[in-house]
């Protein structure tokens, strides 16, 4: 444990942060005096004019977390004002360690009263250590050995209080009821950052757990399965559940041996039969930082010690090899050329990030550890010196990375600190930026990017070196001859050897690029470059999965090319741009066809700003209208917008493909591009249809989109819902043009002009398929509905369902005057005080109804399942409607499903049912929106590309299918339960 000697807050001479903004130094500064009124020690802080006032006072504005534990137990803040930090944190953890005991030998304590014990410490040490962190008198190193200690701490005694009980119940025989883990047999194991003593801020906690049936505790080894899994369970509920104490820590326990099909807890010797037998090259990774934390520590140690073998080898085969090839392609996919952007950027799994860090230690660590014990330790800067020292790489390499990691494990803690939740993604709004960057002590956001930018690029630049070094699978590529008409054996073997199945089919579709045979390799030069390139070009290919399937959707590509020159220049020089290419062809068939198809849309990949900006409306708005200005006529407008939208669609799409912008980030994304399309267009069709029907007098036109367009989800293959609501002067009778037309039928045509002109299929593709059934009446009604008469049915006509669907309801472009009214009958309808048993039993039946009627084809189909996002979308709508009936106010219509469900959960749900929506619906987003992006129609694993596999693992953060399966299904049960629960309550 690093010591922090006798500091004391008092002690720092220097404030190195400074609030965000005035309001919140306001706020901060009221909290602070109304401690005091009941505090002498903080009311002598108050009236002083010292460093420590002023840092409480900063650390309180710019972190709500903070400010609202100190105002709710100003007990933490006199302690430390009195105790020195090192005291003040060991007495804490000393009192986690303890909190299992009862006072009465033998008599375990309640489940909820150690709950309390732990939660009170948690928060006080949370509090003391982000003090002490934004102080400067802890560095990052301290930081992250005193959580983890804690963590250690609160661990030990939940399994001590588990252990004691099930002695006292009479289903184990402890040997010494006093010390419970003494002996027992049972082994917990610290994974990830906390068996390095690297846990970060708000961090999760990732436990293995074996037991030892001989070690002779278990009265009935029949029973060890059902009795493991019952004691597991209140470990994670005593650890993870929100009470009116807060949390201890969220805690997974999936990287077990195969945690689809086992249980909770399983035997050491079935443990280690797995992974000799089984066990993956990711786990092998995973058991790097394994330590033993809990438990049986002295069996936790000799367990790591079998396993040694397993993760160190002492000789590395072709398998493994390959597959760290396999694990760097994959943290490489979000790799590209260009900027990147510090607005949304993950700071662990981001380019450049920590992860980068993490497996540019660990990759070395598999490969040569076994052979060098040195190179075995579980710290990644520790080990940095220790590869340096064996000169796996160089002093400035490791000096490097080692400040890079500590600078970016400072800006994941204060990212963390602000509200206590596990983020890892730096704030996109520039007033939440401005707050980390004060957190850090940067003096503005500009200086903070700066540096950031900096630090990522360093990360980014030693990691590529690492696997620039790395020999090859093969000394030389090997024999590449594509002349003549017959295959070369040679050749034949070299493309096998690469990992192409079919080497002779491969052989004909090189020929024909040779030939000359496309468009695209007519010339002689772009021939020259392709020729240069191919060696290259195969490789990359080659380390695909499915190999074949991707050069045919390359081949395909090449073959719609107008020229190649550029495009081959351009993949010879940057490698990324190639790894992103064979990315899409291995994965994304659909953008794989979309390229093939309009070869236009791969101009925008060229740029080398691509990656720096997140698409945002101001992102784009300015892209739009200028590639849009240039136009004469009404149809070379909607041609533009067609060739521009598909363009921005398969851009946003890379983003999300390469990881650059996350799932929840690329539906506001397609949202945007979408209402801008949709604005344009319904510019152009305004002034059309008035070209030849003149004005209508008084008229105003206002476009609501409806469903996911409404509430900022939109997909890369989503329709859009609209409705088109209008108004007119009721004294006109028809328009002023040449061809004067009445009123409905003015505003139908000008509707019907809106739908073709989104949806009819032209040679430059189709804009949106438009759904217009959510209108009042559905089908039956008419396509284009007056202000009033929307009112009128909405306040007196509307079903239930349609009142769901209106919570998601958003004005996206048209008349400002008609848009604010539209907006004004959203909000009047929604405060209504509804009959909640009437609410309940049509979302009940309307849930049954879909139940039948679309039923679900498998797992994977994330909408339907039972507990999918159709169960997520009902309990925030549903929410949305009960919300007046209830004291509360819902959510603006068009509010994001995400945010209605943190904003009416934090009232109307139980605190654990809330984070376990908003954590399923953030996965089922990530994933869905992955298979969106790359395939038409349902994910099958069986049938999907391995490449497009391989994404959706990545889109979940889980190491391969059988885990992001077993999570689903874990999900989607909880989930089922919160709507019923929330439906009942």
Not at 174 to 195: C, E, N, R, T
Not at 247 to 258: A, E, G, K, Q, S
Not at 587 to 613: Q, T, Y
Not at 946 to 965: F, I, N, S, T
């Amino acid at each position: 444990m690093v010591d922090a000697t006798e500091r004391r807050l008092s002690d720092i001479e220097v404030v190195p942060i400074r609030p965000a903004s005035q309001a919140d130094a306001k706020v901060a500064l009221s909290v602070l005096k109304d401690m005091a009124k009941g505090s002498e020690p903080i009311a002598r802080l108050l009236a002083s004019d010292t460093p420590l006032k002023h840092l409480i006072l900063a650390a309180f504005a710019l972190s709500p977390f903070l400010r609202d534990t100190a105002a709710s137990s100003p007990a933490i803040v006199e302690a430390l004002l009195s105790e020195s930090l090192s005291g003040f944190l060991r007495s804490r953890i000393d009192a986690a360690r303890l909190a299992w005991q009862s006072g009465v030998a033998g008599k375990a304590l309640p489940d909820t009263e150690i709950m309390a014990r732990l939660r009170r410490a948690r928060r006080e040490v949370a509090f003391a250590v982000a003090l002490a962190d934004l102080s400067r008198l802890f560095d990052g190193r301290e930081t992250t050995s005193w959580l983890s200690e804690f963590a250690g701490a609160a661990v030990s005694a939940t399994i001590d209080h588990l252990l004691l009980g099930a002695h006292e119940s009479g289903k184990f025989v402890l040997p010494d009821d006093s010390a419970p883990s003494v002996g027992s047999g049972v082994v917990v194991l610290g994974m990830g950052k906390l068996g390095a003593c690297e846990l970060n801020y708000s961090s999760d906690i990732d436990l293995v757990i074996f037991y030892d049936p001989q070690s002779g505790i278990l009265v009935s080894r029949d029973e060890a399965t059902e009795v493991f899994a019952r004691l597991l369970r209140r470990l994670i509920r005593i650890l993870q559940e929100r009470t009116g104490d807060g949390y201890v820590f969220r805690t997974d326990l999936r990287l077990r041996p195969d945690p689809g099909s086992t249980p909770l807890a399983i035997p050491v010797e079935a443990a280690m039969l797995y992974y000799e037998s089984r066990g993956q090259n990711w786990e092998r990774a995973a058991f790097i930082k394994a330590r033993p934390i809990a438990g049986d520590l002295p069996a936790g140690e000799r367990f790591l010690k079998e396993l040694t073998p397993f993760v160190f080898r002492k000789y590395l085969d072709y398998a493994a090899i390959a597959d760290i090839h396999s694990i760097k392609r994959q943290i490489h996919a979000h790799k590209g050329h260009g900027e990147i952007a510090v607005k949304g950027h993950n700071v662990k799994l981001g380019r450049g990030g920590i992860r980068e860090i993490e497996f540019f230690v660990q990759t070395q660590q598999l490969i040569a550890g076994g052979r060098t014990p040195a190179l075995r330790l579980r710290e990644t800067e520790a080990m940095l010196h220790v590869l340096a020292e064996a000169g796996w790489i160089d002093r400035a390499t490791a000096h490097e990375l080692i400040a890079a990691y500590w600078f970016l494990r400072d800006v994941e803690h204060r990212i963390q600190m602000v509200h206590d939740e596990q983020t890892h993604l730096v704030p996109e709004r520039e007033a939440e930026l401005r707050r980390i960057a004060s957190m850090l002590g940067f003096e503005d956001t500009a200086s903070f990017s700066r540096e950031f930018s900096r630090v990522l690029r360093t990360v980014e630049r030693r990691y590529a070196q690492l696997f620039e070094q790395e020999a090859r699978l093969s000394a030389e590529t090997g024999n590449l001859v594509f002349t003549g008409q017959q295959d070369d054996p040679d050749t034949l073997e070299t493309l096998k050897r690469l990992g192409f199945q079919r080497p002779s089919d491969i052989a004909r579709i090189i020929r024909t690029w040779h030939y000359g045979r496309y468009r695209a390799t007519q010339s002689v030069e772009a021939r020259e470059r392709l020729t240069e390139l191919t060696p290259e070009l195969l490789r990359v290919f080659g380390e695909s999965r499915r190999a074949d399937e991707a050069l045919l959707r390359f081949d395909q590509f090449l073959s719609g090319l107008p020229a190649g020159i550029q495009l081959f220049s351009l993949l010879g020089s940057n490698p990324g741009l190639l790894s992103l290419i064979v990315n899409i062809m291995s994965s994304a068939p659909r953008l794989a066809d979309i390229i093939a198809a309009r070869p236009h849309v791969f101009d925008g990949m060229l740029d080398p700003g691509l990656l720096a900006e997140l698409p945002t409306r101001d992102y784009l708005a300015p892209r739009i209208a200028s590639f849009v200005a240039g136009a004469h006529h009404y149809e070379e407008v909607l041609d533009r917008l067609r060739i521009i939208a598909a363009e921005q669609r398969f851009l946003i799409g890379i983003r999300l493909l390469t990881g650059t912008i996350s799932g929840l980030q690329a539906g506001r994304a397609f949202t945007d591009l979408a209402d801008l399309i949709i604005a344009a267009a319904l510019e152009a069709v305004l002034a059309e249809v008035r070209s030849a029907h003149g004005h209508f007098p008084g008229g105003r036109v206002a476009v609501v989109g409806m469903g996911k367009l409404g509430s900022h989800e939109l997909t890369a293959g989503s329709d859009v819902d609209l409705i088109l609501l209008y108004d007119y002067d009721g004294n006109a009778h028809q328009s002023e043009g040449a061809k004067p037309l009445d009123p409905t039928r003015y505003f139908t045509r000008l509707t019907q002009r809106l739908i073709a002109a989104l949806s009819a299929p032209t040679a430059e593709g189709v804009l949106y398929n438009v759904d217009l059934r959510l209108r009042p009446s559905g089908n039956k009604g008419p396509v284009a509905t007056r202000i009033t008469a929307f009112a009128k049915y909405q306040r007196e006509e509307a079903w239930t369902w349609e009142h769901l669907a209106l919570t998601r309801a958003r004005c996206i472009c048209g008349d400002k005057s008609l848009m604010g009214e539209a907006e004004a009958i959203f909000a009047e309808v929604l405060s209504q005080k509804r009959d909640i048993a009437k609410v309940r039993k049509d979302v009940d039946e309307m849930r049954d109804l879909i139940d039948k009627e679309k039923p679900p084809n498998d797992i994977w189909d994330f909408k339907l399942i039972p507990g999918g996002l159709v169960d997520i979308e009902f309990i925030a709508q549903y929410l949305a409607l009960v919300a007046p009936a209830k004291g509360e106010v819902p959510p603006p219509a068009g509010t994001h499903t995400m945010e209605a469900l943190k904003a009416l959960g934090a009232a109307l749900m139980d605190a654990n049912d809330r984070d376990m929506a908003v954590e399923a619906l953030a996965l089922f987003t990530e994933v869905s929106q992955i298979v969106r992006l790359c395939i038409d129609g349902d994910f099958d694993p069986k049938e999907a590309p391995a490449g497009l596999v391989d994404l959706v693992c990545r889109a979940g953060d889980y190491p391969d299918l059988k885990h992001l399966e077993a999570d689903i299904r874990r999900f989607s049960k909880a989930v089922r339960g919160i709507f019923q629960s929330v439906l009942a309550g």
